[in-house]
């Protein structure tokens, strides 16, 4: 299956300031996921990211919020932008497989914003 | 729309008892539906995936998952647990015709008593 490197793994950041997460596909994915796990809670989708287009945001996130880039077809990044404290988390990419069988994730970075 | 239910979230079962961790989806295709584990500190990690061929999934550790459409569930399930089985776990649909999007359930975090 596919593997992803996600980094950085965590970080703690001062509320106003912005965070990049960076995600790299050892292969080549038409598309790639972004997600938010809030504490305790489940996952929540906040972009699909297509190469050579706009990211698709769901309902509820925007773009100011959370630009996302994807240059190619291995690489992606999101930014946290102008970060308060609910936006502790932990954020995921994901993009399918090699296989086809399913979808890989990446091991998440865990944000704490104070 | 897709949605998934878990219906529980805590399970406790003894180690060597039988689990079961509880599934209802909703989706308007065919859906594809997914188990994923999530060790404390860890990535998502894919346990099996459903997508119309056998009814019956085997995935890996000893879990597996039966697809019933006529109750719209997919539920999880091992026969003896261990130890290491101690996890949150996810149901995720799937809308197999339309895009990629995944829909988490809400989790169940499951407790393994020695």
């Known amino acids: 299956s596919a593997v992803i490197s996600q980094k950085p793994s965590r970080d703690i950041c001062q509320r106003g300031t912005s965070l990049t997460i960076q995600c790299q596909v050892d292969?080549?994915?038409?598309?790639m996921f972004w997600y938010r796990q809030q504490p305790g809670q489940s996952l929540t989708l906040i972009a699909t990211?297509?190469?050579?287009?706009?990211?698709?945001?769901e309902s509820g996130f925007v773009i100011d919020k959370f630009p996302i880039s994807r240059p190619n077809l291995t690489f992606s990044t999101l930014t946290v932008s102008n970060m308060s404290p609910e936006d502790s988390s932990i954020y995921l990419c994901?993009?399918?497989?090699?296989?086809?069988?399913?979808?890989?994730f990446g091991s998440g970075t865990r944000l704490t914003v104070v | 729309a897709q949605s998934v239910t878990q219906l529980d979230s805590h399970v406790s079962v003894s180690e060597g008892t039988p689990v079961l961790l509880r599934c209802n989806y909703s989706?308007?295709?065919?859906?594809?539906l997914f188990w994923y584990v999530q060790h404390p500190n860890k990535g998502l990690q894919l346990l099996l995936k459903y997508t119309s061929a056998a009814t019956l999934v085997k995935g890996i550790n000893g879990f597996e998952a039966e697809f019933k459409k006529s109750e719209t569930s997919f539920h999880l399930t091992k026969p003896s647990a261990h130890m290491s089985d101690a996890a949150e776990y996810f149901c995720?649909?799937?809308?197999?015709?339309?895009?990629?999007?995944?829909?988490f359930g809400t989790g169940t975090r499951l407790t393994i008593i020695p």
């Open positions: 989706s308007s295709y065919s859906p594809s």
């Open positions: 994901s993009a399918p497989d090699r296989e086809g069988y399913g979808y890989t």
């Open positions: 995720v649909v799937s809308d197999r015709f339309g895009n990629e999007k995944l829909t």
């Open positions: 990211a297509n190469q050579g287009s706009e990211a698709t945001y």
């Open positions: 292969s080549q994915v038409t598309m």
